[in-house]
């Protein structure tokens, strides 16, 4: 095992590897390579055992029953709650609302603000960014006649900060933007960019679904009015993730989604209710999920968000580095400042060959336009191949897959 980075020293990349059982396995006889942790990662065993804990011994729903197990969920569900809010920096729990994954938080947002945009009003978003982050504002745009404004990139796949800046105006009532793009890996400066926002008074929505497992993310610092993410990215179970919301601005929004656990009275003259976080949370929630994503957090705070980001980069390096010498293999998304994401095309290859071809040799990657069909058009591709690395891979994992492209490039003649 040949550890390159600085922080060889304390990141023991094999015993982490060992906390996850899915990945001692092969694939067509070979050993496998999880490389598409930016579609979904997997999950260590902590959080499986959450999962296995919480349905073998605490079982039921919550903030309803009186009774033991019912006390004993609710208090795992709310502790989740503190996790996250710890984990962002939230300044109360109230601000962290569970939604099913980042597209729900972001749908529940576009609804909830619609309450003050009009016809002719602008909403900005970026040309980087995933169809979740899309298509809620187009829809939200279609039911007020307002107007969706769109900042371009660069042939890096960076944002153009001059034209962003000059998108700016009165008319602007909303923006919503990735903080990283799961299509190029490009960490936008989104600090400055909330910072402009907010000199003309435009509440923004950051989209952290990719940055979540790579960055450390501090709200209160951010200053955003709203940040928006899925656990089963961040090695937690499908189906939860989270909006956080500041509190004023979560309070001035009507509720997404009507029924029970989100009101404090109903009758059918009139609705009351519930205070924020529940009225956001109708319905029974994903319990067990909830204590799941909790149980991810504790564990990716035992190795420290900033031990891994530094053993992710010392990845990426080392798989750009390496990718100089296949002539055939261009990268898309060069961006000076980029997470752990190398996205690619070959030579007279298509992408979806790339993704079975690697598939053979035990290799995961994704192919595919990556619910980024813009960023696609931008760059002149169909679709893209893409490595994206987590905590768990390996310098050795990356030699594997530049190994594996070769292999293929030598396949297709
Ligand atoms: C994955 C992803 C989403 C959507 O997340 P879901 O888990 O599918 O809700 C949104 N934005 C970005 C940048 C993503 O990578």
């Known amino acids: 095992m040949i550890e390159t980075n600085s922080n060889s020293m304390t990141y023991d990349v094999e015993k982490i590897r060992s906390d996850f059982p899915v990945l001692n396995q092969q694939v067509h006889g070979k050993p496998l390579v999880y490389l598409d942790n930016a579609a979904t990662s997997q999950k260590p065993q902590a959080v499986i055992d959450s999962l296995v804990n919480y349905y073998a011994n605490d079982n039921a729903n919550i903030h309803r029953g009186v009774h033991t197990l019912s006390e004993r969920a609710t208090l795992a569900y709310e502790n989740a709650r503190k996790t ?7 300044s109360s729990e109230k601000e962290i609302v569970f939604t099913r994954g980042a597209t729900e938080a972001i749908n529940l947002v576009a609804n909830g603000v619609a309450e003050y945009i009009s016809a002719g009003d602008e909403i900005l978003i970026t ?53 990283m793009s799961n299509a190029l890996g490009t960490i936008n400066p989104i600090k400055s960019l909330i910072n402009l926002l907010h000199l003309s008074g435009v509440p923004v929505l950051i989209d952290g679904a990719q940055a979540i497992p790579h960055i450390p993310v501090d709200v209160q610092a951010l200053g955003c009015e709203f940040y928006v993410f899925s656990g089963h990215k961040l090695y937690a179970p499908t189906g939860i993730g989270a909006l956080y919301g500041q509190l004023d601005q979560l309070e001035k929004m009507v509720p997404y989604q009507g029924g029970g656990d989100m009101i404090s009275m109903v009758t059918f003259d009139k609705t ?28 990716i705070s035992q190795v420290g968000i900033d031990a891994i980001a530094a053993h992710e980069n010392s990845l990426l390096e080392h798989a750009v580095e390496q990718s100089k010498n296949i002539k055939k293999l261009r990268i898309i998304g060069t961006a000076k400042n980029k997470g752990a994401i190398l996205s690619f095309v070959l030579d007279g290859i298509h992408p979806h060959d790339i ?55 030598e396949m297709f003649g």
Request: proline share 4%; aromatic share 8%; with cysteine.
């Open 127 to 179: 040309a980087m960014e995933h169809h979740s982050n899309i298509v809620p504002w187009q829809m939200l745009c279609e039911k007020t006649g307002a107007i969706l404004k769109v900042a371009p990139i660069n042939e890096d796949g960076e944002l153009l900060l001059e034209e962003f800046e000059a998108l700016i105006s009165k008319k602007t009532k909303f923006a919503a933007l990735s903080h």
């Open 272 to 299: 009351v209710y519930s205070k924020v976080p529940y009225k956001f949370e109708a319905g029974t929630p994903n319990i067990a999920g909830t204590i799941g994503l909790g149980a991810a957090i504790d564990y």
């Open 84 to 90: 996250v809010q710890v984990f962002l920096n939230a």
């Open 355 to 409: 993704g079975t071809m690697m598939d053979h040799q035990g290799i995961a990657v994704r192919a595919g336009h990556h619910c980024a069909m813009p960023v696609m058009d931008f760059f002149g591709v169909p679709a893209t191949a893409r490595a994206s690395f987590a905590m768990y891979n390996t310098h050795e994992e990356v030699d594997a897959l530049m190994a594996g492209i070769e292999n293929l490039i």
